[in-house]
């Protein structure tokens, strides 16, 4: 089975700052990869996915990047965090007929 | 457009009293359902799914889940709640040319009372 490590846990960053997250994800190769925001404890907006090395796509016009450096690597990124950036990031992997998710990571922005 | 739909922010039940978790959807194409449930400040943990084949699907930790294409609905039930069951519970779809992208339902809160 698949394991999918998100880091840091919590993260608390000024305005402006930049931003790196991390997912990586054991037990399976080629995933297709996903980060997830969840704003107010709710509810969950597609942000990016990936089908591969490389390959981006942005469900949403923001403040955030993706990228995938390699196969089980997806990295979420900021040059300059808002206040609006804050939530609960959740990276996921797997395909059409299933997907998990790693632990998030809470991010804060003062 | 896919959506989700979760009409209910919130469902109270007795512990060992039979609960619902009510979820509808709308997609182009044979639909993916999908149910998470989020324990505070935790990821999403699956528990169960419907692809094809039998409309009631079993899952982790006794939930069910009955697709009814009629009604579009795919409501999670569990016979005998327990105190632990409280949570966040997420419906999702996806279809198959969506890329495995999941829409989610905007959560439904679950409370067992003992």
């Known amino acids: 089975s698949q394991t999918i490590h998100q880091w840091p846990a919590t993260l608390v960053q000024p305005v402006g700052s930049p931003l790196s997250l991390e997912c990586t994800v054991e037990?399976?190769?080629?995933?297709?990869l996903y980060w997830y925001r969840q704003a107010a404890g709710r509810g969950l907006q597609l942000l990016f996915y990936s089908v591969g090395i490389g390959q981006i796509s942005s469900e949403v016009p923001q403040n955030l990047s993706a990228s995938r450096p390699q196969d089980r690597q997806f990295i979420l990124s900021s040059k300059k965090l808002l206040l609006s950036d804050s939530g609960f990031y959740l990276c996921?992997?797997?395909?059409?007929?299933?997907?998990?998710f790693g632990p998030g990571t809470r991010l804060t922005v003062t | 457009a896919q959506s989700v739909a979760q009409p209910e922010d919130q469902v109270n039940v007795a512990e060992g009293n039979p609960l619902t978790v009510k979820c509808t959807y709308s997609?182009?194409?044979?639909?993916?359902l999908f149910w998470y449930v989020q324990y505070p400040n935790r990821g999403l943990q699956f528990l169960l799914k419907?692809?094809?084949?039998?409309?009631l699907v079993k899952g982790s930790y006794g939930f069910e889940a009955e697709f009814n294409k009629s009604q579009t609905s795919f409501h999670l039930k569990k016979p005998s709640a327990l105190v632990s069951d409280s949570a966040l519970y997420f419906c999702?779809?996806?279809?198959?040319?969506?890329?495995?992208?999941?829409?989610f339902g905007q959560g439904t809160e679950l409370s067992v009372k003992p």
């Open positions: 999702a779809v996806s279809a198959y040319n969506q890329g495995g992208k999941l829409i």
């Open positions: 419907y692809i094809t084949g039998d409309n």
């Open positions: 996921g992997a797997g395909g059409v007929y299933e997907q998990y």
């Open positions: 997609v182009s194409g044979n639909p993916y």
């Open positions: 037990g399976t190769s080629n995933p297709n």
